[in-house]
């Protein structure tokens, strides 16, 4: 699992965009695990990563989603972190600490994403390379026109699953970004 520190190593900021780094003392009452708190605080999210998520409208503070949009109680469980592409809320949830997404066109359905906050930013990593391997292979347009050969999205399969085996599961987030892959 990649720490921290390592993932702002590996993290391309000039070419992939900035990190988003949240106050540790803002986190200290809330009831995440110290490695959650450590890692959103050292080593962050990528403001907008790909696949076209978007981390900027998490900052300052990480919130329950019942306070960020106006939803029931009983999604209070899920602690905003930021969106899809698609407008979808991306969590993590309180206690478990699983990184999901909530699909606002299936009721606000659960989507898994990753185990954990490592595991999530460690995937988000791994499919910035497989974007570079697409480009060195077929050109600057290749992840924008879907020409991502064969081998490289074998590729990234094999290292999300290193990563997070569960992830892949079918229906999840990572499978289904896969499976787009081979549109």
Do not use: H
Request: aromatic share 14%; glycine share 4%.
């Amino acid at each position: 699992m990649i720490l921290p520190e390592e993932f702002n190593n590996k993290w391309d900021v000039s070419k992939d965009g900035p990190l988003i780094k949240f106050n540790y003392k803002d986190l200290m009452s809330k009831d995440f695990s110290d490695e959650v708190k450590e890692f959103l605080s050292t080593g962050g999210l990528p403001e907008t990563p790909p696949p076209y998520l978007e981390f900027t409208s998490s900052q300052p503070l990480l919130r329950p989603i019942t306070k960020v949009f106006n939803m029931p109680e009983e999604f209070q469980k899920y602690w905003f972190l930021g969106s899809t592409g698609s407008g979808d809320p991306i969590c993590i949830i309180e206690k478990q600490e699983n990184i999901v997404f909530l699909n606002n066109s299936d009721n606000y359905k659960e989507v898994f994403i990753n185990s954990s906050i490592n595991q999530f930013a460690e995937c988000l990593l791994v499919y910035s390379r497989m974007i570079d391997k697409a480009i060195e292979v077929n050109g600057e347009d290749a992840f924008i026109n879907n020409e991502i050969p064969e081998f490289v999205i074998i590729w990234l399969k094999e290292e999300l699953e290193r990563i997070d085996a569960k992830c892949m599961e079918k229906g999840y987030f990572w499978f289904t970004e896969i499976e787009n892959l081979y549109e």
